[in-house]
């Protein structure tokens, strides 16, 4: 069975720091990984995405990840955090192959806060 | 914009009655999700709908929900005999899955906020 865990449900960085958030995963078979931002009253809107080749990944906003297989972590990095980036993050993830479901497990969020 | 829509935004209900939840995928999109969001907690898998077939349901959903996706467009998730349990954000996505295609992104919508007094 699939999983996610994320370390961490508030994170909290000034504004122009960096911004990391920390997913690991769980899968019996080769995964493919996402990070969603989902701001208040809002549904998720998919920030990036790894399903096969390049391992890091960039997305919108700045945003990026690294599949990191040996450590089963997919951990979503900015380099600098902007006031806009306040919203709740959702690491997921879903089973490769033709035939798949698609379905995605969610891990249970991380508010990010940004200080000015 | 062409993106999911859901019906309503939120709705308020009693104890015991039944409610009725209506999502609008995006256009020829031939899966549609259902997924339920308790406050604090991320989105957790219901059911999906390949055109109008339900391929698979959660064992989250009890007999007193129901989905249908009569005609392969839009779906509906009532439940009956609500519970304030049942109090969460309810969201809809869709995606289009090709034959040859593995991954599909799913586009979801804004939600149903339901709460049960």
């Known amino acids: 069975a699939q999983s996610v865990t994320q370390l961490g449900s508030h994170v909290s960085v000034s504004e122009g720091a960096l911004v990391l958030l920390r997913c690991n995963y769980s899968?019996?078979?080769?995964?493919?990984l996402f990070w969603y931002v989902q701001y208040p009253n809002q549904g998720l809107q998919l920030l990036l995405k790894y399903t096969t080749g390049a391992t890091l990944v960039k997305g919108i906003n700045g945003f990026e990840a690294e599949f990191k297989k040996s450590e089963t972590s997919f951990h979503l990095t900015k380099p600098s955090a902007h006031m806009s980036d306040a919203a709740e993050y959702f690491c997921?993830?879903?089973?490769?192959?033709?035939?798949?479901?698609?379905?995605?497990?969610f891990g249970q969020g991380t508010t990010l806060q940004v200080k000015p | 914009d062409t993106g999911v829509s859901q019906d309503p935004r939120h709705k308020i209900t009693k104890r015991g009655q039944n409610v009725t939840f209506r999502c609008d995928p995006i256009?020829?999109?031939?899966?549609l999700y259902w997924y339920r969001q308790t406050l604090g907690q991320g989105p957790e898998f219901l059911t999906y709908f390949q055109n109008e077939a339900q391929l698979e349901k959660s064992r989250l959903l009890s007999d007193r929900f129901s989905a249908e996706r009569p005609k392969g467009s839009f779906s509906t998730l009532e439940i009956q005999r609500t519970e304030q349990g049942d109090s969460a954000m309810y969201l809809c996505?869709?995606?289009?899955?090709?034959?040859?295609?593995?991954?599909?992104?799913?586009?979801f919508g804004p939600g149903t906020r339901l709460t049960v007094l």
């Open positions: 256009s020829e999109h031939n899966r």
């Open positions: 996505a869709s995606s289009l899955v090709k034959r040859d295609r593995a991954f599909a992104e799913q586009f």
């Open positions: 899968s019996s078979v080769p995964p493919y």
């Open positions: 997921a993830v879903s089973e490769e192959g033709s035939g798949n479901t698609g379905k995605l497990i």
